[in-house]
DNA sequence: CCTGCCCCACAACCCGTGGTTGTGGCCTGC
DNA sequence: GCAGGCCACAACCACGGGTTGTGGGGCAGG
């Protein structure tokens, strides 16, 4: 379907007339003529009645009305999203099935007028280029890098300590623990596609599996999240990890199980990163968002309790002390004024 | 910006390879790669990077994306919004700012997976007309027309009697009233703009005013509500008449007020016209919904709290005996078996 | 390290879509 | 009945977007 044609079908409905549409186009009347007919064409209906006095929407172009306007509006979102200045508000998360993944849709939610864009970069040197650069506005990671710390002008808000659950289909050997040590974990396998080697993901899982002696197969393509699923339902000896802050649903049939584990609990210490000269209006907002979202207890139960299944890891890993981050995210920086 | 290069954007993400997406598409791989490059130098972005392994995305190109995605979703939706057989369901409705339109937005967040379109016919013969030929699935009308009634393939519900309510500026003489009755209204200005003559609304109209000796203005093209609301707000003596269902918003600084129209109260009979061949799986639902609807308090009550100055005509008025309706919507028709 | 392969971009060419001008038919209102 | 709008059809033309052919660049394997 050619917008132009569109633009023009609406053009033509709202001043009423072909040649005034053409006069706004900066086309001939002719021209506009085409174009409707072309469309009409392809759509296989008649959208206006021509008249001596010019012309007005049929009944299917009353309904094809709102859809045209959609459709112009989408193009200009589509391409607001990528005009530099005054763009969307475009924030990078490690992972769409993890808790910061969560918390934006919350945020959107609060607020919908921010427009928002979520990507997923790399590693964490790429994503503090971009934020350097302006290309992303902010960025959930763990506040440390390996063997490095954050440059002067990129601020940090520690947002969520994120505990790792084990998923698990009804089959499997601990389908029916209410939670486990990650040292009961040696010997099971635990397979977590998707993960690109050399991310801060990758290194995560790297150091948890050398920590307890696990059996963690980050390999293979991610084929998005439902073939995982139905892989983890229906082995009896295939698990993974999710994020406990993840929303996930499953067809009744699979009779997933979440598993917290604990003893220590690992928790992946989500962080927001920006830099301090981003004017960006939608920032501050989310800054203040996440503070807000970080204090009140209402969002780290709703947090825990995503997916139905009903687990207190989130809560009690946060309180208690007994977590567990690989060494490059064990210190804590500093926590900036908002 | 053209739907076949996004598309085709789309495609080289998806399969991560310029030649691959060429083959699903059925072109050339270099028409792929002008595809893809005419819109990064629309968009003034690089949206792919290209290396020796195929393509992926930039952090513009994620951004992208989902508008892309959107893009197609809403041209599929247009596209479907006219095709015959298997399309949206398609309500006529007398305008955009009474009681039935107001319902036909309560239907479908209930019912958000059945698609909606909603188009306003010339009048009942129109409708009628439509209704039989399957080019539209159901119509909110007066049951009855002008001096003929309806064909006996045709199903009726009532659905709601709609009360008239005064809508005058804060200077308006009737401003303060917390009431009036139709008689109090001769000799007062009440436009009404947008009503094509001919219609049975313009006919309602006109009844009302010849039965209590009003002056109702009915010329002048609609300009939308927001001119409209405007003028009244500003005018002491020009008013307007509103649906008691409503939802109308205005700026503060208008202060306009809603004033119920007693002894009699003029109401608009409602019903739903829709063909009894007419298989549409939407169509049973939106009966249900509105025979429900008619019966439950909870609804009458949001309707008439509609715009935050809160009523009491629409549930009195249904519930009290003393209404006018022009003649010819006066008989009853029968209520047929959903 | 060189070679071969794979993948994408550039160049030249060519057809067809979509613009223009010119004109005619139809309805309406004076 | 005639004049004035308004839209559709026809002929023409240009350019966008397709094709084929070719070149450059990065990995991988010998």
Redesign the interface.
Known sequence: ???EA?RTFLAVLESGRFGQAADELSITQQAVSKRVAALEKE???R?LTRTAHGAEAT??G???L???R??LH??A???A????GS??L?VDVIGRRLAPAALLRTFHRSHPEIEL?????FDADAAVA?LRSG??DASFRAVTMPGRHLPEDIGALPVLDEPIELLTGPAHALASARAVTPARLAGHRIWVPGIVSGTEWAAYYADLAAEFGLTIEVTGPDFGTEPLLDTVADSPELATFVGAGTRLVWPEAHDLRRIPVHGPTPVYPHSLLWSLDNPHPGLLALREHLAAAGTEPSDAAALSGASGTPTASATSATSGPDIWTPSWARQRTRRPAL
């Open positions: 379907m050619d917008l569109v759509l296989g209906v959208l009944i299917d009353q309904a094809f709102p859809h045209a959609a459709l989408a193009e979102r589509a391409i999203s990528v005009r530099p763009r969307a475009r864009d979520v990507v997923t970069l971009a290309t992303i």
